[in-house]
């Protein structure tokens, strides 16, 4: 078996693990990513850039290679409530330059991250490396095991960092149980191609009992449908027609988790992103906080990391990480139970076409105050860590 010792050995190349990696090796530690895929070219993880992550892409100057990449940006989105436009969302309301949220298919995102990790010496990735285990040393976790195609691995380490994503085989291999809140839905993941008229900016098209997200790439739109939790199998042996001949061969289910750990560490190990919290598409902000997450281990490690790296002052660094970024996950978790709750409210229509004058009333009063919340919501979650280490 093939024996490698680094200072940091973090497993998963999802945003969490490669954001982690280039901030370590940008410090000089260091650092090596193990990924079980070959490639970061998987779908379904979510495309959303936001203005938190892109005040980070500013300050690794990261910006010319960012905007050379395909990318969206959106300043305003509506959402169309049973046929009703409404403005919802303005990301301009944020302070510039980084007031928009932009769509960019997540590979492209991790490959940037990823060829910048490589301009450090210190960072090492290894693609197609699937990690089955951690090894301990007198209960402490000393590093992991893994499987690739060009045989066994095994990677010694002061710290392994799990951010191999919601469904972690380190947690699972450190015994470490997620309290579960209940998810009432699921979405149906598919693909329409994109109308030939162009049309505005939509978020989500919503309906007494039905929500349908949808996100414009070249020549299509992704769309997430939100459905209530395993009824995937009665919707197709209802067999709906039209809905099967458009989309029968694309569409998938993700299914929604929302969960998080009691404990997000264990001596030599440390856990971060979906692995210490899985996060539901709500607000579509799992992937700014799994970064979020790295960028505030990074600034809690690194002084720690490039010392001796003793042991005791890596736990407490860990127990730092924790103290910091748990309260800010559990608020935002909280607000997507509140979302779930009303998506699986039972089908009722929500506004009258054309809406009372009571609902105009409300509409008056409520989309203001949403127009400059939800962009402040989404684009930054609750304490946004910032690179200034
Ligand atoms: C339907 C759906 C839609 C979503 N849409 C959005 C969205 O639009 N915007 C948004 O911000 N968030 C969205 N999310 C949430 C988002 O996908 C996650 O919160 C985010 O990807 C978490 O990042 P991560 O790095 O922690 O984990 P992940 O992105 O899950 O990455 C984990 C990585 O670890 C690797 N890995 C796993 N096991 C091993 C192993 N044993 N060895 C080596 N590598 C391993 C995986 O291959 C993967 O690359 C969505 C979630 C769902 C379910």
């Given at each position: 078996m093939e024996t490698i010792r680094t200072r940091v050995c973090v497993v998963g190349g999802g945003p969490a693990g490669v954001m982690l990696g280039l901030l370590l090796a940008r410090d000089g530690i260091d650092v090596v990513v193990l990924e079980?895929?070959?490639?970061?070219?998987?779908?379904?993880r979510g495309d959303t850039v936001h203005p938190s992550t892109l005040n980070i892409i500013d300050a690794l100057g990261l910006r010319a290679g960012f905007d050379a990449i395909d990318h969206k940006p959106l300043r305003q989105l509506d959402v169309v409530v049973d046929g009703i436009r409404l403005h919802a969302?303005?990301?301009?309301?944020?302070?510039?330059?980084?007031?928009s949220l932009t769509l960019m298919p997540q590979w492209d995102l991790l490959d940037l991250f990823a060829d910048a990790g490589r301009q450090h010496p210190s960072f090492g990735l290894r693609m197609g490396t699937d990690v089955t285990d951690v090894v301990r040393t007198n209960g402490r976790v000393t590093g992991v095991v893994a499987r690739s195609r060009d045989g066994d691995l095994r990677v010694d380490a002061d710290l392994v960092v799990a951010?191999?994503?919601?469904?972690s085989t380190i947690r699972d291999a450190l015994r470490l149980e997620p309290a579960v809140n209940g998810v009432p839905i699921d979405v149906l993941w598919f693909r329409l191609p994109a109308p030939e008229v162009p049309m505005p900016d939509t978020l989500a098209w919503v309906t007494g009992g039905t929500m349908l997200v949808t996100i414009l790439r070249p020549g299509y739109f992704q769309c997430g449908m939100i459905v209530a939790k395993d009824s995937f199998d009665g919707i197709r042996a209802a067999g709906i027609e039209a809905f099967r001949e458009r989309v029968a061969g694309v569409v998938k289910l993700l299914s929604v988790q929302l969960n998080h750990l009691p404990?997000?560490?264990v001596p030599g190990a440390l856990l971060i992103g979906d692995a210490a919290h899985a996060m539901s598409p709500a607000f579509g902000v799992g992937i700014n906080y799994a970064i979020q997450d790295a960028v505030a281990a990074a600034r809690i490690l690194v002084p720690v990391l490039r010392g001796d790296a003793d042991p005791a002052a890596i736990d407490r660094a860990c127990a730092a990480l924790q103290r910091r970024r748990s309260g800010p996950t559990l608020l935002m978790q909280g607000i997507q139970r509140v979302v779930h709750r009303a998506i699986n409210?039972?089908?009722?229509?929500?506004?009258?076409s054309p809406p009372t004058r009571r609902e105009r009333r409300v509409l008056r009063i409520v989309l203001p105050i949403a127009r400059r919340l939800l962009p402040r919501l989404a684009g930054y979650g609750f304490r946004p860590e910032r690179l200034d280490f």
């Open positions: 079980k895929h070959d490639d970061f070219f998987r779908d379904f969302v303005d990301f301009t309301t944020l302070p510039p330059p980084n007031d951010a191999d994503g919601r469904g404990e997000w560490w409210r039972r089908p009722r229509r929500i506004l009258h």
